[in-house]
């Protein structure tokens, strides 16, 4: 895009030493003609100049408007696995079973608290003199529904893998597994959606650059996601002027 404004404006200057150098040396029988046509070429050059900065721009506007839009989804998918797995152990791929424990879901409300008993072994060793050892009681005093603790009143949840103002039909890609570390099996999972989707309507030049995005400011790799398949997170790789991302 640099490159093409530079030559744009390269090109005005020079048609801007042609008109000069016409009228000061060309006959005036031809001059009018000329330059008449070289003020349209000025002009037109100006315009596609015009047109390449400022496209960028709204370029920028729009692809701002929709980063947003999708990543307010992409968190309520995140928010939804985490609860998924805090009460199953393990992530899922399926929004339609997710969307069931969202529904009917449950989190336990659990109460801890300290207490001291008997150490029989202790107390043996020391013949008979009674040694304490220090326990955490848990107790089960209730239950929250998931939906009410996630989204309260809202039933944005049913539409969370919908991807807004995208090539109509996208969905946010969703897969779930474990990762392997020793003899740990860790659960992971990730939401996506590809730039070229959620861009589908822009300049592919624009779009490609926007693809090839490596900036602690900017939405790096060629999709938005959260999560990952290959290590263990759950933030999104955008950057945090688009919000809070834990």
């Known amino acids: 895009m640099l490159n093409l404004i530079l030559i744009i404006i390269g090109a005005i200057l020079l048609t801007f030493a ?3 150098l016409i009228d000061k040396y060309l006959p005036s029988k031809v001059k009018p003609v000329i330059v008449i046509a070289l003020w349209a070429l000025i002009i037109l050059l100006g315009y596609l100049t015009f047109d390449s900065v400022y496209g960028e721009i709204k370029f920028n506007q729009l692809k701002v ?10 968190k309520d998918i995140r928010d939804s696995e985490l609860a998924y797995r805090e009460v199953n152990g393990k992530f899922t791929k399926s929004y339609d079973t997710l969307i069931k424990f969202i529904e009917n879901g449950q989190f336990t409300i659990i109460e801890r608290r300290d207490s001291s008993v008997v150490d029989e072994e202790r107390t043996k060793a020391y013949g008979g003199v009674e040694m ?20 309260k009143s809202s039933n944005r949840y ?23 570390d020793g003899d740990n099996k860790i ?25 090839e995005v490596l ?14 398949m290959d290590e263990v997170k759950t933030v999104g790789n955008w950057p945090k002027t688009y919000g809070n991302n834990e």
């Open 18 to 20: 042609i008109v000069w």
């Open 65 to 74: 408007k929709r980063y947003s839009a999708a990543i307010e989804k992409l």
């Open 132 to 151: 304490f050892k220090d326990i955490v009681i848990t107790d089960t005093i209730g239950y929250v529904p998931v939906k009410d603790s996630l989204f």
């Open 158 to 180: 049913k539409t969370m893998m919908d991807v807004p103002n995208a090539k109509p039909g996208t969905k946010f890609t969703l897969n779930a597994g474990e990762l392997t």
């Open 187 to 211: 659960p992971v999972f990730e939401a996506f959606v590809k730039k070229d989707d959620l861009l589908f309507d822009q300049p592919k030049d624009l779009v490609s650059k926007e693809k």
């Open 215 to 228: 900036s602690v400011e900017g939405v790096n790799g060629d999709a938005l996601r959260v999560g990952s």
